[in-house]
């Protein structure tokens, strides 16, 4: 199994070009989510996904789209980067252990730069 | 809504000493609670978890975390550290759905 993978490992964007994320997983996972890591600011929440053609907003929604067509992808698209996007994005997919609990996977992340 | 509070963003501390992290929640709903470790240049992975009965939890690397319901807390700690143990380390809390938010991190150091 190769868990979650995402691409590309970094990334670097002028403002205002587009990209996407990509993220998949293996593990037959209904629930996946992106996360952003910025210094002193933890993880938060962008966007997730309960399952295929179903997503929601997080805590920080504003810049990003995703879509979840099939049980297994789950991309984030910047649709005109910005400056204040420069982070490092997690895709983490959500499994139940066998206590029921949702843990969660992480991708390995990747590192977009906006100038 | 849930929120989770890191006290401490920073914690240096000399090899073989013990170290408590510390990490308070807020939930109007019965939560799960989590502690996720994040090495240099790496990816989040789990350290341990607490679902319900004992209110001990222990994890991996000898790490645990005791949950207080009272006080909304759920602090990490391990008797000896080592200078492995140098990360960034995360409490996290989700309900019975999937959503899970983070708390702001601490950086342990590790120091010979």
């Known amino acids: 199994n190769a868990g979650v993978t995402q691409t590309p490992k970094f990334q670097v964007l002028k403002t205002g070009q587009s990209m996407t994320l990509q993220c998949a997983q293996d593990m037959n996972h209904e629930y996946m989510s992106w996360y952003r890591q910025d210094p002193g600011m933890g993880l938060r929440l962008i966007h997730y996904s309960v399952g295929a053609g179903i997503t929601d907003q997080g805590e920080v929604p504003n810049g990003y789209n995703v879509s979840r067509s099939t049980t297994e992808d789950f991309p984030l698209r910047l649709l005109s980067a910005a400056p204040s996007q420069t982070s490092v994005y997690f895709c983490?997919?959500?499994?139940?252990?066998?206590?029921?609990?949702?843990?969660?996977?992480f991708g390995a992340g990747s590192r977009l730069t906006v100038l | 809504a849930q929120s989770v509070t890191q006290l401490d963003s920073q914690v240096p501390v000399f090899e073989e000493a013990p170290v408590e992290l510390r990490c308070n929640y807020s939930s109007s709903v019965s939560v799960y609670l989590f502690w996720y470790v994040q090495y240099p240049n790496q990816g989040l992975q789990l350290l341990l978890k607490?679902?319900?009965?004992?209110?001990l939890v222990k994890g991996i690397n000898g790490f645990e975390a005791e949950f207080n319901k009272s006080q909304t807390s759920f602090h990490l700690r391990k008797p000896s550290v080592h200078i492995s143990d140098t990360a960034e380390y995360f409490c996290a809390v989700s309900d019975e759905g999937f959503k899970t938010i983070f708390g702001a991190g601490t950086r342990l150091f590790v120091k010979a």
């Open positions: 983490a997919s959500i499994g139940k252990s066998s206590s029921g609990a949702n843990v969660l996977t």
């Open positions: 607490y679902l319900s009965g004992s209110t």
